[in-house]
């Protein structure tokens, strides 16, 4: 699970300054606020992780990619080139790293790793990103346990150094020489555990840092259209897919599953909780998944809407009922220890749906499976009032602690923009309301009241003493 994020000279981000990662973290701001770019830089990293190419520092994405970012000089801060790109994150892990060092002896471990890196194009090709520094921290209960990166040289493409803080690497005997370049923007090559007789752990750091992008799930605002047929061969999907087109394949392949909402409640299957969160929202009162025929791999949805004995095809339903399903699913389907990055998961929505979305988020944060937190983690980008404001009563309620939600606003007002964190207090108040947060309401209440005072004074009676 992150718990920390900061990015700097990417896109509309001069500095996001220091975000505070929750189990519930989200992102509010008016369009091309740049909300978007901090789903958009984490998926890039993902994508990099998963690239096959090991020596390309960024991969911006392809046409079928979740995210395509174009060139360097598209996607650094004022497109200006000579700005880097840095970041740094901070992540819990889910096992204690614990490794000895073999020349000393002492033993290091730790609960939580940092990560930082600086990226730009080179000093010599200006066609070629390089990596300038990366570093990683090993933490334990909040204490930096040890500290070791590689920076580039001045003036070179591909020759580092390696230097470490509370931790002493021994070269090997032989000449000095300078490990290679980064794998990625993040790993360290295998110049630097065979020129070291005890750097092997870094190793552990390079693959705990692909582990964490390979727990990202990403859907987008705009999900398929509902189809009447399903054909499922029986393979298990990562995911829902970036637009929710594996939505019908995850609910068939997660049927042996079965979870429960919370602490001592009782577990129930994956289908079950699915139809249980879209009849809460008020969207449905059944759903089911049937076979075709036992000889054919098709499925059909089928839904009966609140009020009506009939049951349907899901294309005959509201279009949010399809919109929101893939949101539903992606929640409970991904494996525990999954962070799930959505934009607008509310689109298509009734505002009554909306807040109680809020509701479902909660239980998907909470809920367990074998027995075992899931440890979920949501980043949500949304435009939803309703939403938010369900989250703030379920606060004040103690239903989930404020320190479990994160908010943040983009605030396009000041220049450069500005990610303003939203203090949010044990009582559900956000003590720094920004300005037209969700526009200017309270201007619509007063202009609506002058304009009816306007009106009843043109239908009054003449003041000439005419009669009613």
């Known amino acids: 699970?992150?718990?920390?994020?900061?990015?700097?000279?990417?896109?509309?981000?001069?500095?996001?300054?220091?975000?505070?990662?929750?189990?519930?973290?989200?992102?509010?701001?008016?369009?091309s606020s740049g909300k978007s770019s901090i789903g958009q830089f984490l998926m890039m990293l993902k994508q990099t992780v998963e690239s096959p190419d090991r020596k390309a520092v960024f991969y911006p994405g392809g046409k079928n990619s979740a995210v395509q970012l174009g060139s360097y000089q598209e996607m650094v801060f004022h497109r200006d080139?000579?700005?880097?790109?840095?970041?740094?994150?901070?992540?819990?892990?889910?096992?204690?790293?614990?490794?000895?060092?073999?020349?000393?002896?002492?033993?290091?471990?730790?609960?939580?790793?940092?990560?930082?890196?600086?990226?730009?194009?080179?000093?010599?090709?200006?066609?070629?990103?390089?990596?300038?520094?990366?570093?990683?921290?090993?933490?334990?209960n909040d204490e930096i346990q040890l500290l070791i990166g590689m920076e580039r040289k001045p003036e070179t493409k591909s020759d580092y150094k390696v230097e470490a803080t509370d931790y002493s690497l021994k070269r090997k005997q032989g000449r000095v020489w300078y490990p290679g370049a980064p794998v990625r923007f993040y790993g360290f090559p295998d110049e630097v555990v065979a020129y070291h007789q005890n750097a092997d752990f870094v190793q552990t750091l390079n693959l705990l840092n692909e582990k964490l992008f390979r727990s990202i799930f990403y859907l987008g605002p705009l999900r398929t259209k509902t189809e009447r047929l399903y054909s499922w061969t029986g393979i298990e999907p990562e995911s829902v897919g970036y637009a929710g087109e594996n939505t019908v394949a995850a609910i068939l392949a997660g049927r042996n599953r079965k979870i429960s909402l919370g602490y001592k409640r009782r577990v129930k299957p994956l289908e079950e909780i699915i139809a249980l969160k879209l009849k809460e929202m008020g969207l449905i009162e059944e759903f089911k998944v049937n076979p075709i025929s036992d000889k054919r791999q098709e499925y059909e949805v089928k839904i009966r809407t609140k009020g009506s004995k009939d049951w349907v095809d899901l294309p005959d339903v509201g279009f949010g009922i399809s919109q929101v399903l893939p949101v539903l699913v992606q929640c409970f389907y991904a494996p525990a220890g999954s962070i799930i990055l959505m934009e607008q998961p509310e689109i298509h929505l009734h505002p009554s749906a909306q807040s109680a979305l809020a509701d479902v988020m909660i239980d998907v944060i909470n809920s367990r499976e074998k027995g075992a937190d899931r440890n979920t983690q949501l980043v949500i980008e949304t435009h939803s009032e309703h939403f938010l404001r369900r989250l703030q009563r379920r606060i004040a309620e103690d239903a989930v602690p404020n320190e479990r939600v994160s908010a943040y606003f983009a605030n396009i007002a000041k220049t450069p923009a500005m990610l303003e964190p939203l203090q949010i207090d044990i009582f559900g108040n956000i003590q720094n309301w920004p300005e037209n947060f969700f526009g200017d309401e309270m201007s619509d209440i007063t202009e609506q009241a002058k304009a009816a005072v306007k009106k009843r004074m043109q239908k009054s009676p003449e003041k000439t003493g005419e009669s009613e």
């Open 1 to 31: 699970m992150l718990k920390k994020l900061r990015i700097q000279n990417f896109k509309g981000w001069k500095d996001t300054g220091t975000i505070r990662m929750a189990p519930i973290s989200l992102f509010f701001g008016a369009n």
């Open 81 to 140: 080139p000579k700005n880097k790109i840095a970041f740094e994150y901070q992540w819990a892990l889910q096992d204690i790293l614990k490794f000895k060092d073999p020349v000393s002896g002492q033993i290091f471990s730790g609960d939580t790793l940092a990560f930082g890196a600086k990226v730009g194009l080179g000093d010599i090709d200006q066609h070629t990103l390089v990596v300038d520094r990366l570093e990683y921290e090993l933490i334990d």
